[in-house]
């Protein structure tokens, strides 16, 4: 891997050369059969596995090399591999698992069945996938189908680790990078917006806001813009992987229809099987026979079915959770109807979408004390002992919400106790908002993570100030004879 020292750089360095040696040498084995006719000799899987393996290895080069420009050189982001994560060495250690267990089950059955050891990873690689070809390579040895039924169950396994890391990795990792970032643009875009406004006000000399009502404001549109940027990245993300999947699927469409030629494949038909395989269909009407198909099917397989599954998890997402949505409307208009009369139907489907601002509304109505009061109360309650008291309160009920998945949004009344423990109020002189970098909105970690690390440096201090004044009480009382 490539990280930040110089040393890993010259480690990179020796990857590109290796990756060129075996460029060469694949493109020099060519040259010495010039002396025979074309028609006379076909190069075997293994030529072909030595093409993917000399391409792959450069375009891992490829991507460290642009980590490092962009993560130590550039400092656009963290470098992703200066200190992998557990998940990225599980993931690592994972496909490392699943590589020799294809190996492996190649040479065993190539062995009880008679076969190459080349079409023994060929096979087993579409029976790991559960794809099912059915092609010419047929288990007709009872000692093959005896072993097939631990192997199959094993590899199902740790493919299905791997496809379980590289969807942890992707989704959950990169679905929160994306977000963030969608939310930042966002949040700069309102910025703008909002300094524009204020700009207009002063011009107009019209009466500027209070400090709580402009907070208070502040607040549900820092709430809009998390729904929109968590909206747009979702949608992103779904672009992104769809656009991935279309690029294998056409792609490797393509390359069938060029290494099945002598089947007479057309383009069509090529993306009729692609399109069955991915889906791990496998019907076996088709399937490559050539020595260059082979070797591709099985890495195309192995970087095309975790990109299928990720495609899918994001249609979860979006499109399906639209479709659902449709489905429960649909069903309320149709056969199943809601029982309460007195509600409408169209009110009854709204009350799934209420925005936070009526939510507020709603509670504005039940509630008797204003923020401020709220937060006076609590620093006038706030005796040294009962403050640690509702500190360690708060937190444990925190911790709880820690566990939480989606990530709990706590409301605007929740905030304003929250903020008054921690001994943060706004008054008419106060100029922090709630759209500032870095704030409990707009923070990197999850609004709870924030409220923890700040409620625990809060009972940290008052025990520290508590502590160093029962030490002056101690040193000023006289000692007894």
């Not at 590589?99 to 023994?120: A, C, I, N, P, R």
């Not at 409990?440 to 690390?453: F, I, N, Q």
Request: charged share 25%; with cysteine.
């Amino acid at each position: 891997m490539l990280l930040s020292s110089p040393n890993r750089y010259v480690s990179n360095r020796d990857r590109y050369t290796s990756s060129f040696l075996l460029i060469g040498l694949v493109a020099a084995a060519p040259k010495h059969l010039q002396l025979y006719p074309r028609h006379e000799y076909v190069f075997s899987q293994s030529y072909y596995y030595g093409i993917l393996s000399s391409a792959l290895y450069f375009i891992v080069a490829t991507f460290l090399l642009v980590n490092y420009f962009n993560g130590v050189i550039l400092k656009r982001y963290p470098p992703i591999f200066s200190t992998p994560t557990l998940s990225q060495r599980a993931l690592m250690l994972q496909t490392i698992s699943l590589t020799f267990y294809l190996g492996l089950g190649g040479l065993v059955f190539s062995k009880t069945e008679g076969w190459e050891y080349v079409d023994g990873v060929y096979w087993a690689d579409y029976t790991i996938l559960t794809v099912g070809l059915g092609s010419d390579f047929k288990l007709e040895n009872t000692l093959s189908r005896a072993l097939l039924m631990p192997y199959a169950i094993g590899g199902i396994i740790a493919l299905g680790l791997v496809v379980g890391s590289v969807r942890s990795l992707v989704l959950e990792r990169g679905s929160i990078k994306v977000q963030r970032r969608a939310l930042e643009k966002e949040r700069t875009k309102w910025m703008r917006r909002l300094k524009e406004q204020k700009r207009e006000q002063e011009e107009s000399s019209s009466q500027p806001k209070s400090g709580e009502e402009k907070l208070r404001d502040e607040f549900y549109l820092m709430r809009k813009i998390e729904r929109t940027a968590h909206r747009k990245s979702k949608w992103t993300s779904l672009a992104a992987s769809l656009t991935a999947f279309l690029f294998l699927w056409l792609g490797g469409a393509t390359v069938f229809t060029f290494s099945e030629r002598r089947q007479e494949w057309t383009y069509f038909e090529s993306l009729y099987f692609a399109y069955v395989t991915l889906l791990t269909i496998g019907y076996g009407d088709l399937y490559p026979q050539s020595n260059a198909g082979k070797p591709f099917f099985v890495v195309w397989t192995m970087i095309a079915v975790p990109a299928l599954t990720i495609l899918i998890s994001n249609m979860g997402d979006t499109v399906v959770g639209m479709i659902q949505k449709a489905t429960l409307w649909v069903g309320a208009m149709t056969v199943l109807p809601y029982s309460d009369s007195s509600i409408s139907l169209t009110r009854k489907f709204k009350l799934t979408k209420r925005t936070n601002e009526e939510i507020r509304l709603e509670k504005s109505a039940i509630t008797t004390n204003t923020p401020t009061e709220r937060v006076h109360s609590l620093q006038e309650e706030g005796k040294k002992d009962q403050l640690l008291k509702q500190l360690a309160v708060e937190i444990r009920t925190l911790t709880k919400d820690m566990t939480g998945k989606p990530p709990r949004n706590y409301s605007y009344e929740e905030w304003v106790r929250f903020l008054g423990l921690l001994g943060i109020a706004w008054n008419e002189g106060d100029t922090w908002s709630w759209l500032d970098e870095g704030g409990p909105l707009a923070s990197p970690s999850s609004e709870t993570e924030w409220l923890l690390d700040k409620m625990c440096r809060r009972l940290e201090m008052n025990i520290e100030r508590l502590g160093r004044k029962e030490g002056v009480r101690d040193a000023h009382e006289p000692q007894g004879g």
